[in-house]
């Protein structure tokens, strides 16, 4: 059974960085064509592709926040990280990770993380 | 990026009734490998989005074979034969041919 969960700081400042973890189940980033994503929704909004990382460590990032982020993965303890940094309020959003098999990406989701930038 | 753009952005509907919605891309989805990776989700309030149908027409494992997905290149529509009270949130089509992968602004599902 393949699980994801998302884990992060719940709320931060203004150009802090950061720091979200998925931890899984039922997978590994060890095998040929896992590869796991973030994606993310502002309360009442529609979804963002941010990162993903693949079993060969191929790391890909949308042009739009290229500079800001940082993706990782630790694949002995079934752990992928994203790091976006200098937020802003317009990074308040739930974050999502999703399992990503070779264009079969997204069956498997995290509940996700309310990540809130306030001042 | 790729556009995706969906129709209509809202849609009420009664129960049983049939139903479409439309999602056509900016640029062909079609991979040099011959696969197009055009999904399609849907949102529950207060719930991550599920997949109900990928590569344009599978439908995932579990999704009642009410729900259909068909097109090619551009142009694609997801279906719905005999809404019922449960299909009610928001649809996306989102695809993963082409980096990054975007998502279609959604389609809200309510009844009249």
């Known amino acids: 059974q393949v699980t994801l969960k998302e884990s992060g700081p719940g709320i931060l400042q203004p150009s802090q960085t950061l720091s979200l973890t998925c931890t899984f189940s039922?997978?590994?980033?060890?095998?040929?064509?896992?590869?796991v994503g973030w994606i993310r929704q502002p309360s009442g909004k529609g979804l963002e592709w941010l990162a993903n990382i693949w079993w060969d460590d191929d790391k890909y990032y949308n042009p739009s926040l290229k500079n800001r982020l940082t993706i990782s993965k630790d694949t002995s303890n079934n752990q992928a990280f994203l790091k976006i940094t200098n937020v802003d309020t317009a990074d308040t959003a739930t974050y999502y990770c999703?399992?990503?098999?070779?264009?079969?990406?997204?069956?498997?989701w995290g509940q996700g993380t309310l990540v809130t930038v306030s001042s | 990026d790729v556009v995706l753009t969906q129709a209509p952005p809202t849609l009420s509907a009664t129960i049983g009734q049939s139903v479409s919605i439309s999602c056509r891309s900016s640029?062909?989805?079609?991979?040099?490998?011959?696969?197009?990776?055009l999904n399609w989700l849907l949102q529950r309030p207060g719930q991550p989005p599920q997949l109900l149908v990928y590569?344009?027409?599978r439908l995932e494992s579990g999704v009642p074979n009410r729900f259909s997905g068909s097109g090619s290149g551009t142009d694609f529509t997801l279906k719905i034969s005999g809404v019922e009270a449960e299909d009610l949130g928001v649809y996306y089509c989102?695809?993963?041919?082409?980096?990054?992968?975007?998502f279609g602004a959604g389609t809200k599902l309510e009844l009249k």
């Open positions: 590569l344009v027409s």
């Open positions: 640029q062909s989805l079609l991979h040099s490998n011959g696969n197009t990776y």
């Open positions: 989102v695809q993963s041919t082409h980096a990054p992968y975007t």
């Open positions: 999703v399992r990503e098999n070779s264009g079969l990406d997204f069956t498997y």
């Open positions: 039922g997978f590994s980033l060890g095998t040929y064509g896992m590869g």
